[in-house]
C-alpha cells in the first residue's frame, strides 16, 4: 500500500460560529489538547484520513480579525501567518454573514490557500437567505461548501474541497479586497521597501505585513522595526499614513475597513438570490427580551448560577463518594501488598494520598465543567457577563471575570485561573486571578464544616456558613477594588463583546469539552501534587522518630511524638509567636502551613495532631468532638482561624497554576504570597483582639 | 442631529459619523464593522444600566457606554424633526 500524504490544514473562524462542532466533526475522537510553546493558550489537533491522504487539523482560537486583542487572538494569528498550513479552512456563521466574512477578507490577503465551510446554513436558510454558492465561489476565488455542523452535514464535502484545493493549488490570493489606487499606491512603496529582507519576506506574507503596517497595527510595527530594514519601513510607513490621513481626513485603518466591508457587500449582493432578509424578530430576541430585562435580569442571573451548583452538588456527590471509595482501597491494596515500613508510607500516605486528595475532586470539577459548557455554548454565558459588567467593573473586574469566580466557588481555584484567558485586558486579567482564589473552594470546604461544627450552635451552622460565602465574596470584590485602585491605576479595559443568538448544544460537544478542560485539570493538578505531597509527607516524617518510644506506648502517642519531632513541628514551634496575636498556637499554625499544599489537608493534619491518624476528611465527627473538649480553643479563635483559612494564601498548586498563567511573572505570585497572608492576618488580628475587647473570649 | 451613541434611547438607531479614541479599541470597533457609515440601533440597555447592546450588520453586540460615547451617529429622527 501507498503511504499516505500528509497535510495540515488550520481551521479559522469568528468565535461563535461553531469551529469545535466542524472540529470535532472532521476528527472524531481523534483530538488532543497540548499547549502552544510559550503561551498557555491550548491547542487543539486531531488528525484525520481522506482519500489517500492523512490530513492534521489545527484548530484555532476563535478571533475577528487577524489583528489579535487577546492571547488567543494572538496564537490564532501567529499560526495562520507563520506555520504555514497547507489550507486554510475558513469557518463562518453564514447567517451573520458580513461580520463574519471580514476576517475571511483579510485571509485573503495571505498566500495560503482557502476554503470556506459556511456552516450554520440552516439558520440562515431559516432567515430567508439563498445564497448562490457558485457565483460566491467565484467572487471570492475559494471552493465553498455549505455545512450544519450540530448535524454533521458536509463534512465530506469539506475534506474534498480541502483535497482539491490543496492538488489543484488554487492560490486565494487570485483576488484581493481592492483598496483603492491611493493606498494601493503607498502599499507599493512599503513592498519595495519589505522585499529588501529576504528573510522577512518568506516568513509573512507581504501583502499582510503592508496591510497591516497601515492599519497601524502594534504587533505587527513590532515585527517590522526589527527586520533589517526596519528604520527605512517604519519612516515610510509614517509618510504614507499621513499621507493617507491628508487625502481622506480619516485614518487609514478606517478607510481599510471600510473598504473591506464594501468589498464584502458587493459580494453579498452579487450572490444573495432575492434577499428576503426582513428584520424578522427570531427567538434569540424573544429570548433576550426576557432574560435581559431590567427586571427579570438579574434574578434569572441568580437563578442560572443556583442551577448549575446544585446540577453540580446533586450528580457529582455519589461520584465522588465512589472515588474516595477507590483511593481508599486503592491505598490499603498497596499498603498490604508493599512490606509497612518508610517505602510503604511514602506511597500511601505520601503520593495515594495526596493524589486522591486532588483527584477525589475530579468528578466535581468534572460535572461544574458540564454545566458550564452548557451555558456557554447555548449563548448565556456572555448574557451573564452583559447582566453583571456594570457591578464588576465598579471593582475593577469585567463582566466576564464572574465565570472565573463561579468556577472557584465550591469547585476548584485552579480551572478558575485558567478560565481567565478569555479576559482580553491584562490588567482585568491578572485581578480576576488575584480574587478567584479568595472564593470558598471545594477544599476549604470541609475546614469550614468542621469548625462551624465543633464551636457554633447547630441552629446557626448553616447562617455562619452562608455568612462565610458572603465574606468571601466581599473580600474578593474589595481587594480587586484596591488592586485597581493602587496597582492597576488607569489602565483601561473594554467591554465591546458580541452577545451571540441563542443555540441548542449538542451532548457530543459538550462533553468533548468537558473532558478536554478536565485532562488539564488533572495535567496541572496531578503533577505539581505529586511533588508536593512527597515534600509534605517527608516535613511530617522525618526526621524519624529517634528511640523515644517506650514499650506499651500507643499508636497515637507515637505519632503525637512523631509529630513534635519532625521538620513539620519544628516550624510549627517556629512559627507560634507570630499566630498568637491572632489567638492561634503552634499546632495550628504546622496546620495552617500543611493547608498551603492543598487546602483540605487542614483537616487532615488537625487529626494527625489530635493522634487520630488517618482522618477521612468528610467525616469529621470524632475530630470534631476533639477539638470541642480542647480547652484551648473557643468560638472566638475558631472564628479567628476560619476568616484567616478564608484568605491566607492559594494552595501551592494553585500558585503555581497562577504563576503560569500570569506569564511567568514571579514578582505577581510573590506579591499573590504575601498579600493574601498579610490580608489573612489583619483580618484575623482585627477580629481576634477586637472581640477579645468585646469580651467575646471565653 | 449628531448625538453619540451612549446617548441614544433603546429602539432609536442612526448612521455612525465618526469614531474617536484611539489605539486598539478603536480598532476593535472597527473590526467589529463600526465604521462611518454604518447603521447601528441600540436595542437594550443591561438590568443595572451599562452596558448597552446594539444590533449593527445582523448580530448583536456589547458595549460599555463610555466607549459607546467614542462612537458620533447621525440620529434619523432629528434631521425630521429639523427640517
Ligand atoms: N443550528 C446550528 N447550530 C450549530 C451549527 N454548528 C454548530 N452549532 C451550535 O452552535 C453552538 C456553538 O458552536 P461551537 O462549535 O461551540 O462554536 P465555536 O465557538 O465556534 O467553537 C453549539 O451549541 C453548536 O451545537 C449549525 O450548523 N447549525
Known amino acids: ?33 497540548g499547549n502552544y ?24 482560537p476563535g478571533t475577528y480579525s487577524l489583528s489579535p486583542y487577546s492571547e488567543d487572538e494572538f496564537v490564532a ?11 486554510i479552512v475558513s469557518i463562518i456563521d453564514s447567517s451573520n454573514l458580513e461580520r463574519n466574512l471580514y476576517l475571511v477578507t483579510q485571509l485573503m490577503e495571505l498566500d495560503t490557500p482557502l476554503i470556506l465551510a459556511m456552516n450554520m446554513s440552516d439558520m440562515a436558510e431559516k432567515k430567508g437567505q439563498d445564497v448562490d454558492y457558485s457565483e460566491l465561489s467565484k467572487l471570492l476565488a475559494m471552493l465553498i461548501v455549505p455545512t450544519i455542523g450540530n448535524k454533521n452535514i458536509g463534512t465530506k464535502e469539506l475534506l474534498a474541497a480541502v483535497i482539491k484545493t490543496h492538488e489543484n493549488k488554487i492560490k486565494a490570493s487570485k483576488i484581493h479586497v481592492k483598496y483603492g489606487p491611493e493606498v494601493q499606491e503607498e502599499m507599493c512603496k512599503l513592498e519595495q521597501i519589505l522585499k529588501k529582507d529576504k528573510e522577512l519576506v518568506n516568513r509573512y506574507p507581504w501583502r499582510w505585513l503592508v496591510i497591516k503596517m497601515l492599519e497601524n497595527d502594534s504587533s505587527v510595527l513590532d515585527i517590522i522595526r526589527n527586520c533589517s530594514v526596519g528604520q527605512e519601513a517604519t519612516a515610510q510607513n509614517e509618510k504614507s499614513r499621513s499621507h493617507l490621513q491628508a487625502h481622506f481626513g480619516d485614518d487609514p485603518e478606517v478607510i481599510i475597513a471600510d473598504r473591506r466591508y464594501g468589498f464584502i457587500s458587493g459580494a453579498c449582493t452579487q450572490a444573495l438570490k432575492e434577499t428576503t432578509i426582513e428584520e424578522r424578530h427570531d427567538l434569540s430576541d424573544s429570548i433576550d427580551r426576557i432574560v435581559l430585562n431590567r427586571l427579570f435580569g438579574i434574578p434569572i442571573f441568580a437563578l442560572v448560577m443556583y442551577a448549575i451548583f446544585k446540577f ?21 491494596t498497596v499498603a498490604s501488598i508493599v512490606p509497612a515500613g518508610l517505602f510503604q508510607s511514602f506511597l500511601v500516605d505520601g503520593i495515594i494520598g495526596g493524589v486522591g486528595g486532588v483527584l477525589g475532586f475530579l468528578p466535581l470539577v468534572l460535572f461544574m465543567f458540564f454545566a458550564i459548557a452548557f451555558f456557554e455554548d447555548s449563548g448565556y454565558m456572555a448574557r451573564a457577563a452583559f447582566v453583571m459588567d456594570r457591578l464588576m467593573s465598579k471593582f475593577g473586574l469585567h463582566g466576564k ?31 480576576t486571578m488575584m480574587v478567584v482564589p479568595f472564593m470558598i473552594c471545594g477544599a476549604k470546604l470541609p475546614i469550614f464544616a468542621l469548625f462551624i461544627g465543633a464551636f457554633f450552635p447547630a441552629s446557626y451552622s448553616t447562617n455562619i456558613m452562608f455568612l ?51 485532562w488539564l485539570y488533572v495535567k496541572k493538578a496531578g503533577t505539581i501534587i505529586v511533588l508536593i505531597s512527597i515534600i509534605i509527607w517527608a516535613g511530617f516524617t522525618f526526621p524519624q522518630n529517634s528511640g523515644v518510644t517506650k514499650e506499651g506506648m500507643t499508636d497515637s502517642e507515637i505519632a503525637t511524638i512523631q509529630l513534635e519531632q519532625s521538620y513539620a513541628g519544628k516550624a510549627g ?10 489567638g492561634m498556637d503552634g499546632r495550628s499554625g504546622i496546620a495552617l502551613l500543611a493547608g498551603v499544599a492543598a487546602k483540605e489537608v487542614v483537616v487532615s493534619t488537625f487529626g494527625t495532631i489530635y493522634s487520630l491518624g488517618e482522618v477521612d476528611v468528610e467525616e469529621t465527627e470524632t475530630l470534631r468532638e476533639k477539638l470541642q473538649k480542647d480547652p484551648s480553643w473557643s468560638p472566638l479563635k475558631a472564628m479567628s482561624f476560619l476568616i484567616f483559612c478564608l484568605i491566607y494564601m492559594p494552595c501551592f498548586v494553585a500558585m503555581a497554576v497562577f504563576y503560569e498563567e500570569s506569564g511567568s511573572k514571579l514578582k505577581w505570585t510573590l506579591f499573590l504570597m504575601f498579600w493574601t497572608t498579610v490580608m489573612a492576618w489583619s483580618a484575623s488580628f482585627i477580629v481576634y483582639q477586637g472581640g477579645m475587647i468585646l469580651g467575646l473570649g471565653i | ?48 444600566g451599562d452596558p448597552i447592546d446594539i444590533k449593527v450588520r445582523g448580530y448583536h453586540l456589547s458595549l460599555r457606554k463610555e466607549e459607546a460615547a467614542l462612537i458620533y451617529v447621525y440620529v434619523e429622527e432629528d434631521k425630521l424633526c429639523l427640517s
Not at chain 1, 3 to 31: D, V
Not at chain 1, 573 to 582: G, Q, T, W, Y
Request: proline share 6%; with cysteine; net charge positive.
Open chain 1, 1 to 33: 500500500m501507498m503511504k499516505k500524504k500528509q497535510i495540515t490544514i488550520a481551521l479559522a473562524g469568528n468565535p461563535n460560529s461553531g469551529k469545535s462542532t466542524i472540529f470535532n466533526n472532521l476528527t472524531g475522537a481523534r483530538q488532543h489538547v
Open chain 1, 37 to 60: 510553546p510559550g503561551v498557555t493558550v491550548e491547542k487543539k489537533e486531531g488528525k484525520t484520513s481522506f482519500q489517500d491522504y492523512e490530513i492534521n487539523v489545527v484548530d484555532l
Open chain 1, 77 to 87: 494569528r501567529d499560526f495562520i501567518v507563520q506555520e504555514h498550513p497547507d489550507v
Open chain 1, 312 to 332: 453540580t452538588f446533586t450528580f457529582s456527590e455519589p461520584v465522588v463518594g465512589y472515588f474516595e471509595t477507590f483511593f481508599g482501597w486503592f491505598g490499603e
Open chain 1, 401 to 431: 471575570s464572574f465565570l472565573p469566580m463561579m468556577i472557584s466557588t465550591n469547585g476548584c481555584a485552579i480551572p478558575g485561573i485558567m478560565a481567565t484567558r478569555t479576559l482580553e485586558s491584562k490588567k482585568d486579567r491578572l485581578i
Open chain 1, 468 to 518: 462565610m460565602y458572603i465574606l468571601s465574596i466581599v473580600i474578593a470584590f474589595c481587594s480587586a477594588w484596591l488592586l485597581k485602585k493602587f496597582v492597576f491605576q488607569g489602565e483601561v479595559s473594554h467591554f465591546v463583546m458580541e452577545l451571540p443568538p441563542y443555540r441548542v448544544p449538542t451532548i457530543k460537544g459538550l462533553l468533548l469539552k468537558m473532558g478536554e478542560r478536565g
Open chain 1, 573 to 582: 514551634s517556629l512559627i507560634e509567636p507570630l499566630v498568637k496575636p491572632i
Open chain 2, 1 to 48: 442631529m449628531e448625538r453619540t451613541l451612549n446617548k441614544l434611547n433603546p429602539k432609536e438607531s442612526g448612521r455612525v459619523k465618526k469614531i474617536l479614541g484611539e489605539g486598539q479599541l478603536r480598532k476593535k470597533l472597527l473590526d467589529m464593522g463600526i465604521i462611518p457609515g454604518t447603521t447601528v440601533e441600540v436595542v437594550k440597555v443591561a438590568p443595572l
